[in-house]
């Protein structure tokens, strides 16, 4: 069956740098665009970042935008979110989801990872 698992997170320093991974099986990156979502307590779900199947195109959330690297290994099957600069307001579950266009509305992304829990705290 279709699976998408990140793996990556962890508690980081205010500053530091985290590297997320999405790998997924049952699918290849050809053919689907792959996003990057966060969710912090109390909040809503947040879109960061997206990478275009066809031809890499990346998309960022302003909130990201400068900080975060989303990139992809096609060999691999994975997905990467390079994270830098990392803020005590990063500190959310990310997941990684499936679409077939990055700018579709959230509930459009059909397969979702379970998410990867991330820290910024000293």
């Known amino acids: 069956q279709v699976q998408l698992v990140e793996s990556g997170g962890g508690l980081v320093q205010p500053g530091g740098s985290l590297r997320l991974s999405c790998a997924v099986s049952?699918?290849?990156?050809?053919?689907?665009?792959i996003g990057w979502f966060r969710q912090a307590p109390g909040k809503e779900r947040e879109g960061l970042s997206c990478?275009?199947?066809?031809?890499?195109?990346?998309y960022y959330a302003n909130s990201v935008k400068g900080r975060f690297t989303i990139s992809r290994d096609k060999a691999r099957n994975t997905v990467y979110l390079q994270m830098s600069s990392l803020k005590p307001e990063d500190t959310a579950v990310y997941y990684c989801?499936?679409?077939?266009?990055?700018?579709?509305?959230?509930?459009?992304?059909?397969?979702w990872g379970q998410g990867a829990q991330v820290t910024v705290s000293s």
């Open positions: 049952r699918f290849t990156l050809d053919y689907y665009d």
């Open positions: 990478i275009s199947a066809y031809d890499g195109t990346t």
């Open positions: 989801a499936r679409a077939g266009d990055c700018r579709a509305d959230p509930y459009e992304y059909d397969y």
